[in-house]
Each structure stands twice: as C-alpha cells, then as structure tokens.
C-alpha cells in the first residue's frame, strides 16, 4: 500500500495499513465503520432539523390563520352590522348584493388555507357548468372538518355560485368562528335527534321561504349523513343490518328528510301557491370526496397549519335533472337516495384500490340507460387553481377594510364623553 491506494498480492487485496499503528478499525482509525456512523449521526441531525422548521413553518401558518380570521371575519361583520345596515331597511336588494361579494371573498380566504399548504382540488366526472346559474340541491358524502374549506376551494372556479350558496349544517356550526357570518348570509342550522326532527324539518321549510328565496340564493349544500363517517359508520351498519340494506364502509346510510323538504318546498307547484314567479330547483348535483392514504381524511387544523405532507383530494361530480328524481313518493325517494350512495361506495372502493375515480360509474347502463341528459364527461381531472395576485388584493381589501373600522370605532367613542 502507498499513500492509502490498496495493492494486491498473490490476488489478495488488503487493506491499508492505519497510519498511526492502530489496528483496523480502531476509534482513532477513520474507518469506513466510523464514517458510517458520524455520516448517520448528521443524517439523524438534519431530519431532526428539517422537522423542527417543519414545526416552526406549521405553527406559524397557524398564527397566519388566526391572523386571517381576525381581520376578515370582523370587518364583514362590521360592514354588514353597521355601515351597510340601513341598506338593510331601505335597499334590500342592494344590501344582500353587497354581503353576497362580502361573503364570496371570504370563502376565498378560507380557500386559500388548503390550497397554501398544498392540498389541491381535483375535480372529475360530469361537467355540471349548466348548473351554476340554477336552483340546485348537493348532496355530499361528509368525512371530516376538512370537507367545507375544500368545497369551497371546489366552488370558487364555478362563476356565482360561492356568493349564492346556502349550507346546511349542524347547529354546533353556529358558535365557531364562521358562525356569525353563516347565520348573517342565510345558512340554516339543524338540530339532530328524532325528538326534533319533525319541527328542524317545518323551520327549514320556513328558512327556505323567508330567506334563501328573498335573498336570491341557488345552490343548496347538504350532507345527507348527518355527521363525519367514523362517528357514524357503527350505527349505520348496524342499522343497514337490521333492516336489510348494504352494508357500508366508505359511506354511511344517508337520512331522506331534509333532502325532501328541500325538493318539495321548491317544486314548480309548490312555489306557483306561494312564491309565485320564483324559479324552481332544476338539478341535484352529487358530489363524491375522495381523500388519499387509504381514505384518510384531512382536517381543518392539519389545512391550517399544513402538518401533514402534499396531497390531492378529488371530488367525483355527477348531476341529474329535477324531473328524474321522485320526489312526491317518499319510498322512492329513499330509494334513490341510498342508490346514489350505494354508487359513492363503489366509487370510493375504485379510488382507493386505484388512487382515481372513474369518469362514470354505470356509463350506458343501470339508471344511465337511454338518459338523453347526460352530461359531458370529464376524463381528465380538473385542478382547481387561484390567482395568487388576486388573493393578495383580497387580504390587502381585508386588512384596509379592518383598519377603516378600527379608525371609525374610535372616532365614534370619542363622541361619547364618558368613553
């Protein structure tokens, strides 16, 4: 050996003799061993360091939302509650005008949290752009927190349709950050349990009345499983096996009665008694969630501080004329409403196993059969993308906005003495 460089003798290579005398493999000997060891030692230090500013850039996104919601959620209010309130009274039309821009940008902050942390939208399936203008009910399987911000991210791409949504939601939804402006945009919060069910179902009827029709409101949301799959997949399979129906595991059993009320409060005949010249509702849109991981869900804090790795959630589109769905048969109703959901099990079971949705499920057979409305089929999924130059404008809207109020807060109290 010489200078390091191995030399073979007799077809034998050995190594190179230490330097200091000491045996191969020594502490002191530099040995590829101890290489190893300090090269995993400062492996191990740098994924120690890269997750601790994965912390740090989590936690800090965390504080950007907080941030977020206190100079959005405010000013709306602040807006709509005292600047523009005597419009209330006096203009009516131009007032929910106004809160209808107001609450369109707001669902784009909140669209922002998902996309900024890199959780993408795909969307796939039929094209339901002929929908956006119309009164429209959807219908969505319902897996967690995360559902809303993402369906707003969904919706934000679909011309006017985030500014005339009305949700349906549990009444828990009321005392969460979002609820004072839920309630001030018309959004109906419902009471779960069978002692209730029959009056939430009398004071939707009412809501749609007095509200989402004077207001000009269209697309409904509604998450006919009335509440996220794990907490109600026990109850629902037990419930499908005492009575006969599929047993589920993607989904869970759906309830029929706020969907009924909604359809039959708006029905061409129903509104021709009591809300004439109002447009009826043309189309129920069926939207599948797909989460990645085997189905696991994101959540609203995983989307504000962006804990866990990129993903993309896609969303499954399908959509049916009111004129196909029965809604004056209550048996039939169920019926098809449990058919649909049969359909997102099977949907979920392909994307899951393939990490895709089929375009469509039953193409040219089944209830696809001889269907002459059929909608344009999106093979390639769809990207719902923003303009982060116009999301920038949004929050420096927010921010002036949430200043102006500040300013006119104190200059009102000045005008108090004992203030």
């Not at 003799?17 to 002191?28: L, M, Q, S």
């Not at 209550?330 to 196993?353: G, M, P, Q, V």
Request: with cysteine; aromatic share 12%.
């Amino acid at each position: 050996m010489q200078d390091g460089i191995m030399i073979s003798r007799g077809g034998a290579t050995l190594p190179p003799k230490p330097a200091d005398g000491g045996k191969y493999g020594t502490a002191n000997s530099g040995s590829p061993t101890n290489r190893g060891l300090h090269h995993n030692a400062g492996t191990l230090h740098e994924m120690e360091l890269r997750r601790l500013l994965h912390q740090v850039r989590c936690w800090l996104r965390v504080m950007f939302v907080l941030a977020n919601n206190l100079y959005c959620i405010p000013t709306y209010l602040a807006w709509m509650w005292v600047v523009f309130y005597p419009l209330r009274v006096l203009l009516p039309p131009l007032y929910w005008a106004i809160e209808r821009q107001l609450f369109r940008l707001l669902l784009l902050m909140v669209s922002f949290w998902s996309w900024s942390a890199e959780y993408y939208v795909d969307e796939v399936g039929e094209d339901v752009s002929e929908c956006y203008s119309d009164r429209t009910l959807v219908l969505v399987n319902h897996q967690s927190t995360a559902d809303v911000p993402l369906l707003m991210a969904s919706f934000q791409g679909k011309r006017s349709v985030t500014e005339h949504l009305m949700w349906i939601m549990d009444r828990l939804f009321k005392y969460t950050n979002f609820g004072a402006v839920s309630m001030t945009h018309g959004d109906f919060f419902i009471t779960q349990g069978k002692d209730t069910r029959n009056t939430q179902l009398q004071r939707l009827r009412d809501h749609i009345s007095e509200v989402y029709l004077r207001r000009g409101l269209k697309w409904i949301v509604l998450f006919p499983e009335g509440g996220f799959l794990h907490k109600r997949r026990a109850t629902s399979q037990r419930y499908a096996r005492a009575n006969g129906y599929p047993i589920l595991e993607h989904v869970t059993l759906p309830r029929v009665g706020a969907m009924k009320t909604v359809l039959e409060t708006l029905t061409s005949e129903n509104l021709a008694k009591t809300h004439k010249g109002e447009e009826p509702i043309k189309w129920v849109v069926d939207i599948t969630i797909g989460y990645p991981d085997m189905g696991k869900p994101l959540d609203l804090f995983v989307i504000s501080g962006g804990f866990r790795k990129q993903c993309v959630v896609h969303m499954h589109y399908r959509r049916f004329p009111i004129a196909e769905v029965p809604i004056h048969d209550s048996e039939a109703l169920t019926k098809w409403l449990y058919d649909r959901w049969a359909e997102k099990e099977d949907l979920l079971d392909i994307f899951y196993r393939t990490g895709r949705f089929p375009g469509r499920l039953h193409q040219g057979t089944g209830d696809d059969a001889g269907n002459e409305h059929l909608a344009p089929l999106r093979e390639t999924p769809l990207r719902v993308d923003f303009n982060i130059v116009w999301i920038v404008l949004v929050h420096a809207f927010f921010i002036m906005s949430t200043l102006f109020h500040v300013a006119l807060f104190r200059w009102l109290a000045s005008l108090v003495p004992f203030w």
